[in-house]
């Protein structure tokens, strides 16, 4: 070790940082519910599924279509980064096939075909989890003529929803602060209801001339028509449009296969709590599903043939309304040095909730040298989609695959079409920094013979979506006062505001209020720049 020389002893004490006193603050708590974002997550897998013993051989397939369902639909999540949650349901995939023999009718088989994932979901904090599923691709082989391969890719979602407790800075218990604020609003989740309704409906097929003998396929889409939202109740009307595929005898005897649409309403009642009756609520989202919706091949009372359609509509409502909160952004004490840090927080904030419905339309040209005889019907899928956000406007670019089932020379035949779609729709509240989460489904799509070499693709994807932007919450952390007297300088001085400067940055620096500096100086308005000011303490 050496010695320097001539060096003065005070010099060569260790710097000491100023010691902060703590203090007792007051903070206001504020928990909700607010939205994470959306995770997905695909899963593929192989299913071979075996011809029954009391269908026909298989030769080809025509048409097949798969719905699942997923367990859990709604689950807590814990913050744990190595957590997976084990995720179950059932593909029901619905298969039409010609069978080996030429005289014979397309045959349908319903397969249930159960399936396990495993996610590893990232979340940060608590947070409850809203599951769905949909599949995403579809595709087939004929191994032999009593098994067939699907090859399935599900495409799972999550909706988080965050369990937020924000700690807001109002003050000091014994001492009083020079505090500038800021307004902050969060779009909270307040409550959801669901419902469940037993649904019990006919669909007529009086108008086809054609006697129904066997039931093929069935489809099932869920919509909404309007809703009221009062005070005291939500009223909820919507459609279930149904499809359906079955053989039918026409008056010489001969079967063909024929498709038949219907439309069944449902109205919902849903009563609100005491506690939430008088709300204004922001925005206001809601989904449909269907719980074992199955139809049956009956005839009614008036002893006509129908489609008799049993199950449940289960209803599910969420409630969001804007808690408006005041944040403190700066804060100093006349007397003393106070001091303070500022943790910033960004939390997705839920800003529009919308539907709308994007049409289509498509000449489709058959194959050379075929000629149709009968349109009999269209499966419409969309395979992949983007948006782009505008100011109140989404700019979609959707891609769709339809197989559409034609008759010709008394054989039933597919065609195959690829679609592309580009459109703008409006959508209130939208911004182009929104991050948009979009859900779409097919509709209403119909198939119909323009000529024995021509047939139209027509019909329309229901939207759905949300959009969220990033806000920034300061919150301020560690209150206290620097030890040691301040130096407050002189007890009155003239002076102009520094560039980039405002009036309460000036009193904050003259360890004064803006509302004295407007009363000494006569200030009716914001001073110019090069203003001189009279400040006294």
């Known amino acids: 070790m050496t010695q320097e020389k001539d060096i003065p002893a005070y010099a060569l004490q260790v710097a000491r940082a100023p010691r902060i006193i703590p203090c007792q603050a007051v903070y206001h708590t504020e928990n909700m519910m607010t939205p994470g974002g959306r995770q997905i997550a695909v899963y593929q897998f192989e299913e071979d599924i075996l011809v029954p013993d009391t269908k026909e051989d298989m030769a080809e397939i025509l048409l097949m279509e798969a719905d699942c369902d997923v367990q859990p639909a709604e689950r807590k999540l814990s913050q744990k980064g190595d957590d997976l949650l084990n995720l179950t349901g059932t593909l029901t995939v619905q298969t039409l096939y010609r069978p080996e023999y030429a005289d014979c009718l397309p045959v349908s088989i319903t397969s249930k075909v159960p399936y396990q994932y495993q996610w590893h979901l990232q979340c940060s904090d608590p947070a409850e989890g809203r599951f769905s599923c949909r599949v995403k691709s579809l595709e087939s082989m004929v191994m032999n003529e009593r098994k067939f391969r699907v090859k399935v890719t599900l495409e799972f979602s999550c909706m988080l929803y965050m369990e937020q407790e924000l700690s807001l800075f109002q003050g000091l218990e014994q001492e009083e602060l020079e505090m500038k604020t800021e307004e902050v609003s969060l779009c909270a989740l307040t409550t959801t209801k669901k419902e469940v309704l037993d649904l019990d409906a006919w669909v007529d097929c009086s108008g086809s001339k054609n006697e129904p003998t066997e039931l093929l396929q069935q489809n099932y889409i869920l919509t909404e028509n309007y809703r009221q939202v009062t005070s005291e109740k939500i009223v909820l009307n919507g459609f279930v449009f149904a499809e359906f595929l079955y ?158 089932l034609w008759k010709t020379d008394d054989e039933y035949r597919i065609t195959k079409v690829k679609h592309s779609l580009q459109q703008t729709v409006e959508a209130e509240g939208m911004e182009p920094t929104t991050e948009v989460n979009l859900e779409i489904m097919p509709k209403d799509c119909r198939l119909t013979l323009l000529s024995e070499r021509q047939m139209e693709l027509a019909g329309a994807l229901n939207l759905c979506w949300e959009g969220c932007i990033e806000k920034e919450i300061l919150l301020l952390t560690s209150p206290g006062f620097v030890e040691g007297d301040l130096h407050k300088g002189a007890a009155m001085v003239i002076t102009m505001m520094e ?38 303490k």
């Open 247 to 404: 053989r039918a005898r026409d008056e010489e005897g001969k079967e063909n296969i024929c498709c038949q649409k219907g439309r069944i309403e449902f109205t919902q009642f849903l009563p609100l709590e005491k506690k939430y009756r008088g709300k204004k609520w922001s925005l206001v989202k809601t989904g449909f599903s269907g719980r074992g919706l199955r139809a049956a091949l009956e005839k009614k009372e008036d002893g006509m043939p129908g489609f008799h359609v049993e199950g449940k509509v289960e209803t599910l409502v969420s409630l969001y309304e804007n808690r408006e909160m005041e944040m403190v952004a700066d804060a100093y004490h006349q007397d003393k040095a106070f001091s303070c840090s500022f943790q910033t927080q960004r939390k997705k904030d839920l800003s529009c909730i919308g539907t709308n419905e994007l049409s289509f339309r498509e000449l489709i040209h058959l194959p050379e040298g075929a000629k149709a005889e009968d349109a009999v019907c269209v499966r419409c899928h969309p395979c992949s989609w983007s948006c782009q956000a505008e100011k109140d406007r989404l700019h979609l670019s959707v891609e769709m695959e339809a197989v559409c």
């Open 499 to 536: 560039e980039g400067e405002d009036l309460w940055t000036l009193a904050k620096r003259h360890h004064t209020t803006e509302a004295r500096i407007r009363s000494i100086n006569r200030l009716e308005s914001s001073p110019a720049a090069t203003q001189k000011l009279l400040i006294i």
